[in-house]
């Protein structure tokens, strides 16, 4: 099993930064990619980045040169750092961990951490 925990999220002006975290637990040599995605009301859930375990990384268009992804493999923790954030950046930010067990490929998300920019 994996669990993902997510941290950092919390209230911004526009223009700020967050730096989001994701803290993996468990069977963490079993995973193989870390995403950050995010759902503002009344949409669907979204990518906004992704770290293979290889250390590949890809971005949405809308936050590409505005976010970095990165990885703390000694403290199992996924990072996400936001700046120049706007107002429709507004969401709550979930971790997703794809991992590999017995030849089946699981999922687990975390609870969500909530951004709010204000403009």
């Known amino acids: 099993q994996v669990q993902v925990v997510e941290s950092g999220g919390g209230l911004v002006q526009a223009g700020g930064s967050l730096r989001l975290s994701c803290i993996a637990s468990?069977?963490?040599?079993?995973?193989?990619?870390i995403g950050w995605y995010r759902q503002a009301p009344g949409k669907e859930r979204e990518l906004v980045a992704r770290i293979s375990i290889g250390g590949n990384s890809n971005y949405a268009d809308s936050v590409k040169g505005r976010c970095t992804i990165s990885r703390d493999i000694a403290r199992n923790t996924v990072y996400l750092q936001m700046n120049s954030l706007k107002p429709e950046d507004t969401a709550v930010y979930y971790c997703?961990?794809?991992?590999?067990?017995?030849?089946?490929?699981?999922?687990?998300w975390g609870q969500g951490t909530e951004v709010t920019v204000l403009s």
């Open positions: 468990g069977r963490t040599a079993s995973i193989n990619l």
């Open positions: 997703k961990a794809n991992y590999w067990r017995g030849g089946v490929d699981y999922v687990r």
